[in-house]
């Protein structure tokens, strides 16, 4: 009938609240951070003071109506006299509907009748079946299924104890009525909301189809006549038609798929009639798969209309802002920019689809006579394969210019391109057979590109893979080196680097497992790399002379390769971005019993003798792979954050996601998690190609599990914000006691908080500042060290908690080269995401008190208030007075590079205030707060304007606006002001003080 929202635990956002809102039903909680500003203006929800009564909110609850009608009767009827009686009858009431329910209860009675017959009385316990149906309820069937399974359990181990009583066995038929009940409500909910659900989705899809066929019509009119012709000729009209045939076929496709997916109602129906006669454990399982099954369809149909909706926005959009030119260049960038790494199984279908290259059709490689990539492909018969792998290269170009270099060692058939129609490739044919190893160095030494990859002929590219591998020098420091995610033909992963153990044995690592498992999506230094997709600046190939040919004909010379190029001071590097397919065994098959496999074994032994020096720091074979396969780290650190690193839309996200950054680039192992285990894109991408790995569901539950199952791998871990910390010091603590914890505050919230209360004067603001005040000394009081933004919150806590070891890692940023200058800006801009309390008040502080006053001496001059979720109350609220309401916007460079000022009029808050750094990096003057400037060692009317009034704040506004001169050194000393206190380098420094300071010996491990 309701929500309760009842925590004291005041949150910056809650994301249970964003779906309590979703449903529309009424809504009551208690004013605890975030919570009651985004419920005001909410209709049917009500918001108490933190110190309301339970009577208060009793009274509340009372008066609160609920979104259901109790009908005339119950459902069932309530045979069991206990102090939850009354609740069943009014619950049983409240969701009475048996005309369409998907089963009657009443027809199942008698064959649970029958059944419970036979079974024993059962002991009564201090958790009732009862409260353990609520529980499985509120929870999905999924928490408490397992408790439903050992009390089925416990029943028939009574069985012989009990011996048939009677009124234990009216007992457990009254339990078992209440389940049959609770079912039936349950699905009868769970089939409506289905229905309205899937009505609702194809009334919007027939809606959008219908908008895209016309848009179609109109397109194929337009195809159909010369001016399409004329504007961009018969290549644009060519790749337009493909275009549109592809979203007519969508289009056909969605219809079919909609038609399945309405059949699902009565299937869920079909499933629910089958527990009349199923056991007691049973009864529980087909409801939980179809109410699974339901949810994905939902989703799976809502993502396909959104796709058209998309797809009818985009032709709209272009078509509407240039015509017919300017939506074929949209399409044609559109196809050229699709993502190159995507998920799932679209990666290993692309790979299948090479497999049907007609022998007729030709393969034409956009190759270079000034390469930047050689391309080596060494073949011994296989044909067929390697035209395989051609068409590969030839499907999906390089963006850097280069050459194919294909080489036939002295086959008995010869090798023929004209003849297999592949035109762009350089064939060279050996006389006599020179094996892999040879065969390699000698087509090597006749390259001519910067970069050499090896590339076995029985391996499919997949798209931007060669792209990934090369952008790995470029993004990393000292690769000699670079190896890709080999997958085999059923999508499973192969290789994702290898591990080489004390003996010389090599592991493929993750062969057999789910490539998207976050321990292989990041790029990280790896033990070698196969040379089936080997990555080589061929400068450095020429240093270590190349392959080595005491490992001739062929086995353990890449491995060998690797070692050397590490060895001579270079990094050998697994990049997951680039994926190929290979066939294994396809050239040499897989017995290493005979033919070439066979030195394999042989050449392990020369390996394992030539580098005994570097693999006696090894472990043996199958030992602690886990800390093996990152055995190059010079530290492990695991960092725990509230929710997924969003850069574009808070600066905390963009300060930490650089923090990484540096981490990485320092020699560390880094793990980030989001204590909600999020791993949403493109935003874990984006942290995994930095070198990071993110853990995610579904792969693990929570940070608990993974702290238990990982923890101890560690050397640090770092918690973030106070009421992250608290839930996980203590586990931290007992799976990895030698760790050391840092706590990273982000800010001080205590401080904030009471600065809030300086200026509202609620108790329950003062309340939740005195709960951030004590969790956040004791998380502080178990941490190792204590990270803060600035020297205002090392001198707080030299007051606070004088024992604590506390550093400050500010935020970062790099200056902008390009030069500032005042002419041709317009504007004032604001920047601060919206779900920080701070931020909101802002806003409502310069609309309503300081741009009346500004715009009185400057009329005409715009404000532009820009962030992340912006309340709707707050944009109307802007809107309505003239200002420029943005919202999100994915690019601020623009804004920057255009404005006059940036503002930031916080009248509470603690921390230094990534939105004014950023500001400043770009040369634009800001005027700010006492408390926006804090901590950042800026002086008035030099490096910034400061104000807090009203008035004083319009007034710094409108000189900075109208001075040229103190326009520009404003721009000059504060963008210089960054350079002692939030670059990199600095950031760099304080990390290296923590590491050296915490961590043992971890200044040795450096390379």
Same mark, same amino acid.
């Given at each position: 009938?309701?929500?309760?929202?009842?925590?004291?635990?005041?949150?910056?956002?809650?994301?249970?609240?964003?779906?309590?809102?979703?449903?529309?039903?009424?809504?009551?909680?208690?004013?605890?951070?975030?919570?009651?500003?985004?419920?005001?203006?909410?209709?049917?929800?009500?918001?108490?003071?933190?110190?309301?009564?339970?009577?208060?909110?009793?009274?509340?609850?009372?008066?609160?109506?609920?979104?259901?009608?109790?009908?005339?009767?119950?459902l069932?009827?309530?045979?069991?006299?206990?102090?939850?009686?009354?609740?069943?009858?009014r619950?049983?009431?409240?969701?009475?509907?048996?005309?369409?329910?998907?089963?009657?209860?009443?027809?199942?009675?008698?064959?649970?009748?029958?059944?419970?017959?036979?079974?024993?009385?059962?002991?009564?316990?201090?958790?009732?079946?009862?409260?353990?149906?609520?529980?499985?309820?509120?929870?999905?069937?999924?928490?408490?299924?397992?408790?439903?399974?050992?009390?089925?359990?416990?029943?028939?181990?009574?069985?012989?104890?009990?011996?048939?009583?009677?009124?234990?066995?009216?007992?457990?038929?009254?339990?078992?009525?209440?389940?049959?009940?609770?079912?039936?409500?349950?699905?009868?909910?769970?089939?409506?909301?289905?229905?309205?659900?899937?009505e609702?989705?194809? %009334?919007?899809?027939? !809606? =959008?189809v &219908?908008? +895209?066929?016309?848009?179609? @019509?109109?397109?194929n009119?337009? #195809? *159909?006549?010369?001016?399409?012709?004329?504007?961009?000729?018969?290549?644009?009209?060519?790749?337009?038609?493909?275009?549109?045939?592809?979203?007519q076929?969508?289009?056909?496709?969605? %219809?079919?798929?909609? !038609? =399945?997916? &309405?059949? +699902?109602?009565?299937?869920? @129906?079909?499933?629910?009639r089958? #527990? *009349?006669?199923?056991?007691f454990?049973?009864?529980?399982?087909?409801?939980?798969?179809?109410?699974?099954?339901?949810?994905?369809?939902?989703?799976w149909?809502?993502?396909?209309?959104?796709?058209?909706?998309?797809?009818?926005?985009?032709?709209?959009?272009?078509?509407?802002?240039?015509g017919?030119?300017? #939506?074929?260049a949209?399409?044609?960038?559109?196809?050229k920019?699709?993502?190159?790494?995507?998920?799932?199984?679209?990666?290993?279908?692309?790979?299948?689809?090479?497999?049907?290259?007609?022998?007729?059709?030709?393969?034409?490689?956009?190759?270079?006579r000034?390469?930047?990539v050689?391309?080596?492909i060494?073949?011994?018969?296989?044909?067929?394969?390697?035209?395989?792998?051609?068409?590969?290269?030839?499907?999906?170009?390089?963006?850097m210019?280069?050459?194919?270099?294909?080489?036939?060692?002295?086959?008995?058939?010869?090798?023929d391109?004209?003849?297999?129609?592949?035109?762009?490739?350089?064939?060279?044919?050996?006389?006599?057979?020179?094996?892999?190893?040879?065969?390699?160095?000698?087509?090597?030494?006749?390259?001519?590109?910067?970069?050499?990859?090896?590339?076995?002929?029985?391996?499919?590219?997949?798209?931007?893979?060669?792209?990934?591998?090369?952008?790995?020098?470029?993004?990393?420091?000292?690769?000699?080196?670079?190896?890709?995610?080999?997958?085999?033909?059923?999508?499973?992963?192969?290789?994702?680097?290898?591990?080489?153990?004390?003996?010389?044995?090599?592991?493929?690592?993750?062969?057999?497992?789910?490539?998207?498992?976050?321990r292989?999506?990041?790029?990280?230094?790896?033990?070698?790399?196969?040379?089936?997709?080997?990555?080589?600046?061929?400068?450095?190939?020429?240093?270590?002379?190349?392959?080595?040919?005491?490992?001739?004909?062929?086995?353990?010379?890449?491995?060998?390769?690797?070692?050397?190029l590490?060895?001579?001071?270079?990094?050998?590097?697994?990049?997951?971005?680039?994926?190929?397919?290979?066939?294994?065994?396809?050239?040499?098959?897989?017995?290493?019993?005979?033919?070439?496999?066979?030195?394999?074994?042989?050449?392990q032994?020369?390996?394992?003798?030539?580098?005994?020096r570097?693999?006696?720091?090894?472990?043996?074979?199958?030992?602690?792979?886990?800390?093996?396969?990152?055995?190059?780290?010079?530290?492990?650190?695991?960092?725990?954050?509230?929710c997924?690193?969003?850069?574009?839309?808070?600066?905390?996200?963009?300060?930490?996601?650089?923090?990484?950054?540096?981490?990485?680039?320092?020699?560390?192992?880094v793990?980030?998690?989001?204590?909600?285990?999020?791993?949403?894109?493109?935003?874990?991408?984006?942290?995994?190609?930095?070198?990071?790995?993110?853990?995610?569901?579904?792969?693990?539950?929570?940070?608990?599990?993974?702290?238990?199952?990982?923890?101890?791998?560690?050397?640090?871990?770092?918690?973030?914000?106070?009421?992250?910390?608290?839930?996980?010091i203590?586990?931290?603590?007992?799976?990895?006691?030698?760790?050391?914890?840092?706590?990273?505050?982000?800010?001080?919230?205590?401080?904030?908080?009471?600065?809030?209360?300086e200026?509202?004067?609620?108790?329950?603001?003062?309340?939740?500042?005195?709960?951030?005040?004590?969790?956040?000394?004791?998380?502080?009081?178990?941490?190792?060290?204590?990270?803060?933004?600035?020297?205002?919150e090392?001198?707080?806590?030299?007051?606070?908690?004088?024992?604590?070891?506390?550093?400050?890692?500010?935020?970062?940023?790099?200056?902008?080269?390009?030069?500032?200058e005042?002419?041709?800006?317009?504007?004032?801009?604001?920047?601060?995401?919206?779900?920080?309390?701070?931020?909101?008040?802002?806003?409502?502080?310069?609309?309503?008190?300081?741009?009346?006053?500004f715009?009185?001496?400057?009329?005409?001059?715009?404000?532009?208030?820009?962030?992340?979720?912006?309340?709707?109350?707050?944009?109307?609220?802007?809107?309505?007075?003239?200002?420029?309401?943005?919202?999100?916007?994915?690019?601020?460079?623009p804004?920057?590079?255009?404005?006059v000022?940036?503002?930031?009029?916080?009248?509470?808050?603690?921390?230094?205030?990534?939105?004014?750094?950023?500001?400043?990096?770009?040369?634009?003057?800001?005027?700010?707060t006492?408390?926006?400037?804090?901590?950042?060692?800026?002086?008035h009317?030099?490096?910034?304007?400061?104000?807090?009034?009203?008035?004083?704040?319009?007034?710094?506004?409108?000189?900075?606006?109208?001075?040229?001169?103190?326009?520009?050194?404003?721009?000059?000393?504060?963008?210089?002001?960054?350079?002692?206190?939030?670059?990199?380098?600095?950031?760099?420094?304080?990390?290296?003080d923590?590491?050296?300071?915490?961590?043992?010996?971890?200044?040795d491990?450096?390379?």
């Amino acid at each position: 009938d309701g929500l309760l929202f009842l925590s004291i635990v005041p949150e910056t956002y809650n994301y249970a609240l964003s779906a309590g809102l979703a449903t529309g039903l009424p809504i009551i909680a208690l004013d605890a951070g975030a919570i009651g500003e985004r419920l005001q203006g909410v209709a049917g929800a009500k918001v108490l003071p933190m110190d309301a009564t339970a009577a208060e909110v009793l009274a509340v609850l009372r008066d609160t109506a609920g979104p259901y009608t109790l009908a005339g009767e119950p459902l069932l009827r309530d045979t069991v006299e206990s102090n939850q009686a009354p609740y069943l009858r009014r619950h049983n009431q409240a969701v009475a509907d048996s005309e369409k329910a998907a089963f009657q209860a009443r027809e199942v009675l008698p064959l649970l009748q029958k059944v419970t017959l036979e079974a024993p009385a059962l002991q009564r316990i201090q958790r009732g079946m009862a409260e353990l149906l609520e529980q499985s309820l509120d929870c999905h069937l999924s928490e408490a299924s397992s408790q439903l399974r050992e009390q089925a359990i416990q029943n028939e181990r009574q069985l012989d104890e009990r011996n048939r009583h009677v009124d234990a066995l009216g007992e457990e038929l009254s339990k078992l009525e209440i389940l049959v009940g609770e079912l039936k409500a349950a699905e009868a909910a769970e089939t409506a909301h289905l229905k309205v659900t899937i009505e609702a989705l194809k %009334a919007a899809q027939i !809606e =959008e189809v &219908e908008h +895209l066929k016309s848009v179609i @019509a109109e397109l194929n009119g337009k #195809l *159909e006549s010369n001016d399409l012709a004329a504007a961009s000729g018969s290549e644009n009209v060519a790749e337009i038609k493909v275009e549109l045939e592809r979203v007519q076929g969508a289009l056909q496709q969605q %219809a079919e798929h909609l !038609e =399945e997916r &309405e059949a +699902l109602v009565v299937t869920l @129906a079909d499933r629910i009639r089958e #527990l *009349e006669t199923s056991t007691f454990w049973r009864l529980t399982r087909p409801l939980r798969m179809a109410v699974d099954a339901s949810r994905v369809t939902v989703e799976w149909v809502a993502a396909r209309i959104e796709w058209l909706r998309r797809a009818s926005v985009f032709i709209r959009y272009h078509y509407g802002r240039g015509g017919w030119p300017a #939506l074929s260049a949209a399409i044609r960038r559109r196809l050229k920019a699709r993502p190159h790494y995507s998920e799932g199984q679209t990666d290993f279908a692309w790979a299948s689809d090479v497999d049907v290259v007609g022998a007729d059709e030709l393969v034409v490689l956009n190759t270079s006579r000034q390469p930047h990539v050689s391309i080596v492909i060494p073949t011994y018969g296989e044909h067929e394969v390697t035209r395989r792998c051609l068409a590969s290269l030839a499907a999906h170009p390089l963006d850097m210019p280069c050459e194919v270099i294909v080489i036939d060692d002295a086959y008995a058939e010869p090798l023929d391109l004209a003849s297999m129609r592949v035109e762009g490739a350089r064939l060279v044919r050996h006389q006599n057979n020179l094996g892999f190893l040879r065969t390699c160095n000698e087509a090597v030494a006749s390259a001519e590109g910067d970069y050499v990859l090896l590339l076995n002929n029985d391996t499919v590219v997949h798209p931007r893979a060669i792209d990934a591998l090369l952008e790995t020098f470029t993004q990393f420091e000292d690769v000699g080196a670079a190896c890709a995610q080999l997958r085999f033909p059923d999508g499973t992963l192969q290789e994702a680097g290898g591990i080489v153990w004390s003996d010389g044995s090599a592991w493929n690592w993750g062969r057999g497992e789910n490539p998207l498992d976050p321990r292989f999506a990041y790029p990280r230094d790896v033990d070698y790399g196969s040379a089936a997709a080997l990555m080589v600046r061929r400068s450095l190939w020429n240093e270590v002379g190349g392959f080595d040919e005491r490992f001739a004909p062929a086995y353990y010379e890449d491995t060998d390769l690797c070692f050397a190029l590490r060895d001579a001071g270079h990094r050998v590097m697994y990049q997951p971005r680039a994926i190929v397919t290979h066939f294994e065994g396809v050239s040499h098959g897989t017995d290493t019993g005979s033919g070439m496999k066979a030195h394999q074994v042989s050449n392990q032994a020369q390996f394992t003798e030539k580098w005994r020096r570097v693999l006696a720091h090894h472990r043996a074979n199958g030992v602690e792979p886990m800390l093996e396969c990152d055995r190059h780290a010079t530290a492990r650190i695991l960092w725990v954050e509230a929710c997924m690193l969003t850069p574009d839309q808070d600066s905390g996200s963009l300060r930490t996601i650089r923090l990484l950054r540096i981490l990485v680039g320092m020699g560390c192992k880094v793990t980030y998690v989001a204590d909600n285990m999020d791993g949403t894109d493109p935003y874990r991408s984006q942290i995994e190609a930095e070198g990071v790995e993110v853990i995610h569901a579904p792969f693990f539950k929570s940070v608990g599990e993974y702290l238990q199952q990982h923890g101890r791998e560690y050397d640090v871990i770092t918690l973030c914000r106070h009421y992250i910390a608290i839930q996980h010091i203590r586990t931290v603590r007992e799976v990895n006691p030698t760790a050391q914890i840092w706590f990273d505050t982000i800010d001080l919230h205590y401080l904030r908080s009471r600065r809030q209360f300086e200026l509202d004067g609620k108790k329950s603001t003062a309340d939740r500042a005195e709960l951030a005040y004590r969790e956040e000394m004791e998380v502080i009081g178990q941490s190792d060290l204590t990270i803060v933004v600035s020297e205002v919150e090392v001198e707080e806590l030299g007051k606070e908690a004088p024992a604590a070891r506390v550093a400050v890692v500010s935020n970062i940023h790099e200056i902008s080269e390009v030069r500032v200058e005042r002419q041709g800006r317009e504007g004032v801009v604001f920047v601060g995401g919206f779900q920080h309390p701070p931020n909101i008040d802002a806003v409502e502080f310069y609309v309503e008190e300081i741009w009346p006053l500004f715009r009185e001496q400057c009329p005409g001059v715009p404000t532009y208030i820009i962030g992340s979720r912006m309340p709707d109350r707050l944009r109307k609220l802007g809107e309505s007075h003239g200002l420029n309401m943005l919202g999100f916007v994915e690019d601020l460079m623009p804004y920057y590079m255009q404005s006059v000022l940036s503002i930031a009029p916080l009248r509470y808050g603690a921390g230094v205030k990534g939105k004014v750094n950023q500001a400043l990096s770009y040369g634009l003057p800001v005027v700010g707060t006492s408390a926006a400037l804090e901590g950042m060692g800026l002086e008035h009317g030099r490096q910034a304007m400061i104000a807090d009034s009203a008035e004083a704040f319009a007034s710094a506004m409108i000189e900075a606006y109208s001075d040229q001169a103190l326009w520009r050194a404003l721009s000059e000393n504060g963008q210089q002001s960054l350079q002692d206190r939030f670059t990199p380098q600095v950031a760099r420094d304080a990390l290296e003080d923590a590491l050296r300071a915490g961590v043992p010996g971890w200044a040795d491990r450096r390379p």
